[in-house]
Nanobody
Framework: VQLQACGGGLVQAGGSLRLSCAAG????????MGWYRQAPGKQRELVAS???????NYADSVKGRFTISRDNVKATVYLQMSSLKPEDTAVYYC?????????WGQGTQVTVSS
């Protein structure tokens, strides 16, 4: 299983970024996918998730600002982030749940300056 995340970067507060995570080695269309983040000194936390039926779930801190989506043809999950805040600064990881196992991508850094 390979999960390749990209799209992070440095952005000013109020700006937007779109993260992408391309998956390989799994039947992507049936895999629940998620985005997590980990800020320095903090535990990794769920940001958003999407099921195979496209049911979505968001952390309260990002509701109304972030949107998770998936493209089963491209085997890619996206995280559109808008109205970014300095507290969104973290390394963002995508994950996939397959047959009872959890797989992680390598992470992409998002830095929001005030």
């Amino acid at each position: 299983v390979q999960l390749q995340a990209c799209g992070g970067g440095l952005v000013q507060a109020g700006g937007s970024l779109r993260l992408s995570c391309a998956a390989g080695g799994i039947i992507f269309s049936i895999a629940p996918m998620g985005w997590y983040r980990q800020a320095p000194g903090k535990q990794r936390e769920l940001v958003a998730s999407i099921t195979s039926a496209r049911t979505t779930n968001y952390a309260d801190s990002v509701k109304g600002r972030f949107t998770i989506s998936r493209d089963n043809v491209k085997a890619t999950v996206y995280l559109q982030m808008s109205s970014l805040k300095p507290e969104d600064t973290a390394v963002y990881y995508c994950n996939a749940r397959v047959a009872g196992s959890v797989y992680w991508g390598q992470g992409t850094q998002v830095t929001v300056s005030s």
